[in-house]
């Protein structure tokens, strides 16, 4: 059986789509559903209620802690995380799941597709030893094994890339991570605020995992690169803005003739 747990901050109405989707299209695949949820202050509570599913709240939030509440709250063998704002699209995507688990005892965990680098390295058979990053777990559209999570869980103290860190641990343990044909939908629009926060999180977490540093001449070329782009960008619309409203004065003094 299949327990899915979504986590989830302030996104009710990414949530409430979420929710409808699992209810109504895979409720025979699903033995439980868990919304992990970040001190929401918006209606993420009762949304959750109104769709039957549970309601977990978490304080002092970590990726790797939140991911590990949500591994402790499942009673089922396989667990399946998603983020909030995203949700699964193929009719068959935990048919697939637990039949892949089922076939093969040593699973630890597989990834879903949801974008062009998860096919490429589906189709082009690579697997996550070779790129742990692109072929490893992804926390928003990915199953893990409990059983296996019992005796290796989610380390708390990384910035982020959690799934990542535990992709190339369980590696190393002899266990295996595959691809998996399930499609899912991923989308979200983050606040400035949201991807400085997340910027900052990918910076330490890069510097952990893949061991990436950065040097002062690299912050410096970045900053410059920033504001290059920025000012091609704004010349680029500029251009296009007066483009458009020649267009238009010239369309209101010369339109066509109506069919």
């Given at each position: 059986?299949?327990?899915?747990?979504?986590?989830?901050?302030?996104?009710?109405?990414?949530?409430?789509?979420?929710?409808?989707?699992?209810?109504?299209?895979?409720?025979?695949?699903?033995?439980?559903?868990?919304?992990?949820?970040?001190?929401?202050?918006?209606?993420?509570?009762?949304?959750?209620?109104?769709?039957?599913?549970?309601?977990?709240?978490?304080?002092?939030?970590?990726?790797?802690?939140?991911?590990?509440?949500?591994?402790?709250?499942?009673?089922?063998?396989?667990?399946?995380?998603?983020?909030?704002?995203?949700?699964?699209?193929?009719?068959?995507?935990?048919?697939?799941?637990?039949?892949?688990?089922?076939?093969?005892?040593?699973?630890?965990?597989?990834?879903?597709?949801?974008?062009?680098?998860?096919?490429?390295?589906?189709?082009?058979?690579?697997?996550?030893?070779?790129?742990?990053?692109?072929?490893?777990?992804?926390?928003?559209?990915?199953?893990?094994?409990?059983?296996i999570w019992e005796k290796h869980p989610f380390r708390e103290d990384v910035a982020t890339f959690e799934d990542k860190e535990w992709t190339t641990r369980i590696l190393k343990e002899g266990y295996e991570i595959d691809f998996v044909e399930a499609i899912f939908s991923y989308e979200i629009k983050r606040s400035r605020r949201q991807l400085f926060f997340r910027f900052k999180n990918d910076i330490v977490g890069n510097y952990q995992l893949w061991h990436q540093d950065i040097s002062l001449l690299h912050a410096i070329k970045g900053l410059s690169l920033g504001v290059f782009y920025l000012i091609k960008s704004f010349i680029l619309d500029l251009r296009y803005m007066i483009l458009r409203f020649l267009y238009l004065v010239k369309f209101i003094y010369n339109k066509p003739d109506k069919f």
């Open positions: 059986m299949i327990s899915v747990v979504i986590r989830n901050k302030n996104q009710s109405g990414a949530l409430t789509f979420l929710l409808k989707n699992l209810t109504e299209r895979y409720w025979y695949d699903i033995a439980e559903i868990i919304v992990v949820d970040n001190l929401s202050t918006d209606s993420s509570k009762e949304v959750t209620e109104q769709f039957g599913a549970r309601f977990v709240s978490i304080k002092n939030f970590s990726f790797g802690k939140s991911a590990n509440v949500c591994a402790r709250e499942a009673r089922f063998p396989v667990v399946v995380i998603f983020s909030a704002h995203s949700y699964p699209v193929s009719h068959d995507f935990f048919k697939l799941i637990q039949t892949k688990f089922e076939n093969n005892l040593n699973l630890a965990g597989l990834r879903c597709l949801h974008n062009t680098n998860d096919y490429k390295n589906f189709i082009n058979k690579i697997p996550a030893v070779i790129d742990p990053n692109k072929s490893g777990l992804i926390f928003s559209g990915s199953a893990f094994s409990k059983a």
